[in-house]
């Protein structure tokens, strides 16, 4: 329920009071005693839909822009009339004047803006380095990229150039600025005691993740967009949407920056895509759920314009998400098929050793050499094998061409087969153990005869 308070201009007492019977809404009128521009103000409760289109008849009836209107959410409310403003007014989307009222204030001025992803950034960074989830979603409380996304759609569909000029520019210069604080960080601490030398941060699951962006990463960002959109116009819950909107934004920026920071160009260029992606995509669906919402320009007269400015940044939009999507296409396929011929080739190269011929052998380790850019440039996999044998057992001289071709046969991919055959000693029996890594399957250790 939202209190509505409105000052009357002098002469139009008469109208807002017809305008406000009309709509059969309970009113209290004061007399104004201030300067003298107003006659009376006038005050009554109406549910959140309400507030749009009794403004509108308000305004209508003489109540300029240049008077006061002041729209206060309420606690509580406790009347058995409710009921009846509650079936007049059905829902809880916000005004049109709320919703500008909420777009402009989540987007704070520029300082605390870029302070704040300075902040989250080099949060987000150290957990990347550290591998931390929780750190990286810590980071993601502090980051302010709701705020933008959020004002330059409403912008656009309230026709309001200069709030969507001011999102999309705080949305573009603050990710920009995300890349390069990651980027220096990176620089800083690379070959520190921080960081050791050598420290390759492709390994690093929480960085791997976003450099092989697929298309459940376009669902995650379409996913904000619209929970940020919803949240704003229903007013409620802005907060934690935001933190999901920042997770889906600053942690693949910091990624690009650390990407540049180690001379990686696959990193930050994979990084980039996301974040692209993900801008887009956000972008896209809030400006499609205020349109659908209903809200539009105050001016009847702008609608017809402001409706074919929506449709033509949508389509500007879906086309470059639809071009984008093309790397998300190959990367998922290139998943896809990596994580097909791992289990193929890891499952061919088991079941090879079984056979009663290698008895005497102890398959250890079957670790798979291929990922999507190799799929996308042509290179071939290269699976290495470890196998632990007696040392008064001979080696079969070929082996490896064995296992290259039932895996070539198994696979339908030109295989390169590495074979290392170990020695093992024990100073006491040891009982078999079974590990699994992302890169490799570990079986269980030889035992020396």
Avoid: C
């Amino acid at each position: 329920m939202r209190l509505v308070q409105v000052l009357i201009p002098e002469g139009n007492r008469d109208s807002v009071i017809a305008a406000l019977d009309e709509q059969e809404l309970d009113y209290a009128i004061f007399e104004e005693t201030g300067r003298g521009e107003f006659e009376a103000m006038v005050q009554f409760p109406v549910p959140p839909t309400g507030v749009e289109p009794v403004l509108d008849n308000l305004r209508a009836a003489g109540v300029s822009e240049s008077a006061y209107t002041i729209v206060l959410p309420t606690e509580t409310v406790v009347s058995t009339r409710l009921q009846a403003l509650e079936a007049l007014y059905p829902g809880d989307r916000l005004s049109r004047d709320e919703l500008k009222a909420n777009a402009e204030s989540l987007a704070p001025e520029l300082a605390t803006y870029f302070a704040f992803i300075v902040l989250s950034t080099v949060i987000a960074t150290g957990g990347l380095l550290l591998d931390s989830s929780a750190t990286i979603i810590g980071a993601m409380v502090v980051a302010p990229l709701m705020g933008p996304a959020i004002t330059a759609s409403a912008g656009s569909v309230l026709a309001d150039r200069e709030l969507a000029t001011r999102g999309v520019a705080l949305q573009i210069t603050g990710l920009l600025l995300a890349i390069a604080v990651a980027a220096a960080l990176g620089w800083l601490l690379k070959g520190t005691v921080i960081v050791p030398p050598g420290t390759d941060i492709r390994t690093i699951p929480q960085i791997a993740e976003r450099t092989s962006p697929d298309f459940l990463s376009l669902f995650i960002a379409f996913g904000s967009g619209i929970a940020g959109a919803i949240s704003v116009s229903r007013g409620s819950g802005s907060t934690l949407v935001g933190v999901a909107i920042a997770v889906a934004l600053i942690p693949p920026a910091a990624t690009a920056g650390l990407g540049i920071a180690w001379g990686y160009a696959g990193v930050a260029g994979s990084a980039a895509v996301l974040v692209l992606v993900n801008l887009l995509a956000i972008n896209l669906s809030a400006l499609v759920i205020f349109w659908s919402s209903g809200y539009r320009p105050e001016v009847t007269d702008q609608h017809g314009a402001v409706r074919a400015s929506v449709l033509k940044r949508v389509a500007v939009l879906v086309v470059a998400l639809v071009g984008l999507s093309v790397v998300l296409g190959l990367v998922t396929y290139g998943s896809y098929q990596t994580s097909t011929f791992e289990h193929q080739a890891t499952a061919e190269t088991e079941q090879f050793f079984d056979q009663p011929e290698f008895s005497e052998y102890e398959l250890e380790s079957v670790e798979i050499d291929y990922d999507s850019q190799d799929i996308i440039l042509g290179d071939d996999p290269t699976v290495t094998v470890v196998v632990g044998r007696p040392s008064d057992t001979a080696v079969p001289p070929d082996i490896a061409d064995r296992l290259d071709g039932r895996l070539e046969e198994t696979t339908g991919q030109n295989v390169a087969v590495r074979i290392g055959f170990v020695i093992g000693q024990e100073s006491d029996p040891i009982p078999p153990t079974t590990g699994t890594s992302t890169s490799a399957v570990a079986i269980s250790a030889p035992r020396a005869e």
